[in-house]
């Protein structure tokens, strides 16, 4: 994923918050939108602006994993 469409996700889930701020679901001409709750909105904003930070200062988390050796 490049740092635009990284950026554009954000601002995507950003919109979404201030949206649900507004309304929590709405009506047009007999159909209903309901909007995702805050907590799937909250994550996706973090999970992207970690990406963000990542791709702004060129390193990458990594995932440690240890080994514990036994005998058999």
Known sequence: MSLEEARAMYKLWH???????????YSIAGRT???VDM?????RKKYYGR??????????RTKV???????L
């Open 15 to 25: 919109d979404a918050e201030i949206a649900l701020a507004t309304s929590k679901s």
């Open 33 to 35: 939108l309901t909007r």
């Open 39 to 43: 907590p799937i909105i909250q994550e």
């Open 51 to 60: 990406i963000i930070d990542e791709l702004e200062s060129g390193r990458r």
């Open 65 to 71: 994993r240890s080994i514990t050796p036994f005998d």
